[in-house]
């Protein structure tokens, strides 16, 4: 009987944390262009040096930074599906 109740125990807790991660990390679906540069299913942070013509074509929005590495008050914001110019750009993060 102790050898059946630590088997299921074992199955249980990794079910949970199979369940738990599962959709816990996941990219942006669709593109995200940047002065000319495409990237596919944006994730994470993306550094640029000055101005920029952003194509927002994901599912989230793009946030605009004036610093380097994402971080700081954001300027601007671009929505999934919009584009826009910013001339004091330095990073773009997407969630």
Known sequence: MPRIT???GTLAAAATL??????????AGGTLHINGWT???PQGCYTVSGP????????NP???????YCFGPNVAVVLPGQSGFVPLQ????VP
Do not use: C, Q, W
Request: aromatic residues 14%; neutral net charge.
């Open 6 to 8: 630590k088997t299921l």
């Open 90 to 93: 330095r990073s773009v993060y």
């Open 18 to 27: 199979a369940i738990g991660f599962s959709g816990s990390a996941h990219a």
């Open 39 to 41: 990237f596919h299913e």
């Open 62 to 68: 793009a946030f605009v930074f004036s610093n380097p």
């Open 52 to 59: 920029a013509m952003i194509e927002n074509r994901s599912d």
